[in-house]
């Protein structure tokens, strides 16, 4: 007998026995024989019932998942000596770990040749994929020292329990004791992020801010949100006496385009969601296509297959989703009573949903009304008053601090414009001196 790839010898019981142990679960299985020499002569165990304890408690504390059920112990006479045998057989639940490494290449063992050796992160990874199917969160995750903070403080709020019982329910436990990459996208260790960025005018050419948020998934929505929505300006309009209150982005689109992208994202792909804010729209683009076996058409009827189904439970547990495949269609109702529309754009690899800004095209038609209003003046209106101009989108009145920041020039250039925009009857002063302000001229 020689050592090799399915058998190891010890000449007696050491801790060292956990990594073949591990090495056989995630290779092909083996056996170690304790007892017996390196040359492969038997040397023999005198207390067998003691090393086998030994053994079988060392394999249950130290080892995860369980592996106890893929192990035997036996004994066997050779050369007139007993030895201990410990059979291993190549386990399901792999990669198996030390508890103290966890699924990392210092943790996990495979077997090349006669020698138990750490397993590469490619190797790792392959194993997961093997044994957890297709599913991205379903898979356990590499990351085994979680903490759910943000997501306890959420399930808190909403008066739901959030304990072990309740995490192995959700898929956030497995079966095997292990947390599955659904419980790291809640968890505080997320590494998935959403990146999001506020452009000046309509194009992507220069930057206004730009955020990347990252944590739990529940946070991430969380945050995206309250970002958007301070970006959601209310105008408002007067007919007759009544005012009518419009925000330039229906809440309801908003809200839906958000959870879709999060929810149906394809998370094995390591590509932030990236969400743009434009003056006239809002792009959000997700990484993952359509479900294989639905077509675009599918999705606008409301036909729902999830990409992550016990993430999506999660999110209707919490009374986040009302209902599967309403997504879109509440999108696309929230716009019914205005003339631009939402739009959809799929890819193989992509999902784009755009919204556009339902009181942009208000604003560009009452300053071009203004402007139309005055022939002689709106030849020579230049690309600095037309920015000073679009300062009246968000205000009555303005300031020469007002116009100096927004063209990002001096005083001096500022108070120029302002005096060319009066004279060519563009503004009307109000007031006088360090209370001097401007108005459109209607």
């Not at 599913?135 to 085994?144: G, H, K, P, T």
């Amino acid at each position: 007998m020689i050592e090799n790839k399915t058998t190891e010898f010890k000449r007696e019981y050491t801790d060292d026995i956990k990594y073949a142990v591990i090495a056989f679960a995630n290779t092909d299985g083996g056996k170690i024989y304790i007892g017996m020499n390196d040359d492969g002569t038997a040397a023999g165990i005198t207390d067998i019932d003691d090393t086998m304890l030994r053994v079988t408690n060392m394999v249950r504390d130290v080892i995860s998942p369980d592996v106890t059920m893929f192990m035997d112990c036996s004994v066997e006479n050779v050369g007139n000596k007993q030895l201990i045998v410990v059979t291993v057989q190549r386990g399901t639940f792999r990669p198996y770990y030390l508890n103290g490494k966890g699924v990392r290449p210092e943790g996990v063992y495979v077997r090349q040749g006669a020698s138990s050796v750490p397993a590469s992160q490619t190797a790792i990874l392959n194993m997961i994929k093997e044994t957890s199917g297709d599913s991205y969160e379903d898979a356990r995750s590499i990351n085994q020292k979680l903490t759910f903070e943000k997501t306890s403080a959420y399930f808190q709020r909403r008066q739901i329990e959030f304990g072990d019982a309740q995490k192995r329910t959700m898929n956030i436990i497995s079966q095997d004791g292990t947390y599955s990459n659904l419980a790291m996208l809640l968890s505080d260790q997320c590494v998935h992020t959403i990146k999001m960025a506020v452009f000046e005018g309509s194009q992507k050419s220069v930057f206004r801010d730009r955020k990347e948020l990252d944590g739990s998934l529940l946070q991430q929505l969380e945050d995206a949100y309250a970002y958007i929505d301070s970006y959601n300006r209310t105008r408002a309009e007067f007919e007759g006496l009544e005012r009518i209150d419009t925000r330039d982005y229906p809440v309801e689109a908003l809200r839906e385009a958000l959870l879709n992208a999060v929810v149906h994202r394809d998370y094995s792909i390591s590509s932030p969601t990236l969400i743009s804010i434009f003056d006239d729209r809002i792009e959000i683009v997700t990484i993952g296509g359509l479900v294989r076996g639905v077509s675009f058409e599918d999705i606008m009827l409301g036909v729902s297959v999830l990409r992550n189904q016990h993430l999506a439970n999660v999110f209707y547990r919490l009374k986040l989703i009302e209902a599967y495949g309403t997504g879109m269609l509440k999108i696309s109702e929230s716009y019914a009573d205005f003339i631009v529309k939402p739009k959809i754009q799929v890819t193989d690899n992509a999902f784009k949903v755009t919204l556009p800004n339902i009181n942009y095209g208000k604003a560009v038609h009452n300053k071009q009304e203004i402007l139309m209003n005055k022939p002689a003046v709106a030849a020579t209106v230049d690309a600095r008053e037309n920015v000073v101009i679009e300062l009246f989108e968000e205000m009555d009145t303005i300031g020469r601090k007002d116009a100096e920041a927004a063209l990002g020039m001096s005083q001096a250039t500022a108070v120029l414009v302002l005096r060319e925009m009066v004279k060519k009857g563009i503004l009307v002063k109000e007031g006088g001196g360090k209370y001097l302000r401007y108005r459109l001229n209607k």
